[in-house]
């Protein structure tokens, strides 16, 4: 294993081929990149799967996504029987892949978070010249950030706070 392009985020590409990545995502993971084409293979590898079960998944482009049924109404239970079926594909196809395919994308050389969002917070006019790293720290783990969370440059903010691929 070479791990050859994961640069700073070459222990979290090893522990997830540690923890058991099945055979189909160690393929994409095995050489520390993950392509736009990669991600796309994993989410329609899970389409597949879940569509075996009469689910169907659309993906939203900032990341997420929306789970829903082919023959049957979402109703109270459908978190219950879902879950399983989700899990379960994604144990297959796509445990490990979005996420890293969204960190290394958002943040290549894995600064800190807070370093790289709160910067972006006060250019946005978000927070003021007094908002620290530490109290975007302390907001994020209390969940109290200061901001809407539907407020488009918030959400440009948290997503791509280096504005490397999203547009605003």
């Known amino acids: 294993m070479t791990l050859e392009h994961a640069g700073p985020w070459s222990d979290e590409f090893k522990a997830a081929l540690d923890d058991g990545a099945s055979d189909y995502e160690a393929s994409i993971l095995a050489d520390g990149r993950i392509t736009t084409e990669e991600v796309e293979g994993a989410h329609e590898q899970v389409r597949r799967c879940l569509a075996d ?32 079926i989700l899990r379960a594909c994604e144990k297959r196809y796509d445990e490990y892949v979005t996420y890293l395919y969204e960190q290394t994308r958002r943040n290549p050389e894995r600064l800190d978070d807070a370093e790289i969002t709160v910067p972006c917070l006060r250019k946005a006019g978000l927070v003021g010249r007094d908002y620290t790293e530490q109290q975007w720290r302390e907001d994020l783990d209390a969940d109290t950030l200061p901001h809407f969370e539907l407020d488009d440059k918030a959400r440009q903010c948290m997503l791509d706070p280096l504005g490397l691929w999203r547009a605003p």
Do not use: A, K, M
Request: glycine share 16%; net charge negative; charged share 30%.
């Open 53 to 84: 079960s009469s689910l169907g998944i659309t993906y939203d482009p900032d990341g997420g996504f929306r789970l829903h049924p082919f023959d049957r109404e979402v109703d109270e239970g459908f978190f219950g029987w879902s879950d399983p």
